[in-house]
């Protein structure tokens, strides 16, 4: 797809309203389902964080999105794939200030060159106790993109064309922190097995898109 027409498609999505949990859970294991139907989040005090979908267009004008490989670290959500973004600091003015500032960090892009088109719905995530802000952006340019080297250990660079495809949907069988052998929906995007809540954000953002293909 040309970063011309989805800039087109991309001012249709802005105004459409958000499918929800519905497009979520379309990628979200059975027993994340389950539990987050039962689960009252605002009484577990989660933390708070923000994430940005970030979409450009490469030196061939065609659109690509920008997605992270986290660094290998004593956690819940070591080496897998997410959106750039981070936690809420008390010096951010909103939660799109977080989303910018904390992609700038993580990848480079100059925070005012971050043109914000939607925020999506908050994802709550369980292992962490985080509730996950995410929005749609885009840049004008190609970026020059640099790494934060300490929470960052690779950049991904996938292709809207093969986000929408459905072809990129599988089924994976994986061994996490919490559990083992648990079979999850999943996006196979540029070698990469995409699960858990950026699947399903990413879940949202291909609905909305696909609405208006």
């Given at each position: 797809m040309t970063f011309d027409d989805f800039k087109v498609l991309a001012s249709k999505v802005e105004n459409l309203e958000l499918p929800g949990k519905k497009a979520l859970f379309k990628m979200a294991p059975m027993e994340r389902v389950k539990e987050l139907k039962d689960v009252d989040i605002k009484a577990l005090n989660p933390r708070e964080a923000a994430?940005?979908?970030?979409?450009?267009p490469n030196k061939d004008n065609q659109?690509?999105?920008i997605l992270i490989l986290r660094k290998t670290y004593k956690g819940v959500h070591s080496?897998?794939?997410?959106?750039p973004g981070g936690k809420v600091e008390p010096?951010?003015?909103d939660l799109k200030d977080t989303a910018k500032r904390e992609t700038e960090e993580e990848v480079g892009v100059p925070y005012d060159d971050i043109q914000i088109i939607k925020k999506m719905t908050t994802a709550y995530i369980p292992p962490s106790n985080f509730?996950?802000?995410p929005f749609i952006g885009?840049?004008?340019?190609?970026?020059?993109?640099?790494?934060?080297d300490d929470?960052?250990?690779?950049?991904?660079l996938v292709d809207i064309d093969d986000f929408l495809n459905e072809d990129s949907l599988i089924e994976e069988t994986l061994t996490t922190s919490y559990a083992t052998e648990l079979t999850v929906p999943a996006f196979h995007l540029?070698?990469?097995?995409v699960w858990g809540a950026t699947a399903m954000m990413l879940s949202e953002i291909k609905t909305l898109f696909k609405q208006v293909l």
């Open positions: 994430v940005t979908a970030l979409f450009y659109t690509f999105l080496a897998q794939i997410g959106f010096e951010d003015k509730n996950v802000h885009y840049l004008e340019d190609t970026p020059k993109l640099i790494k934060q929470e960052v250990e690779d950049i991904v540029n070698g990469h097995v």
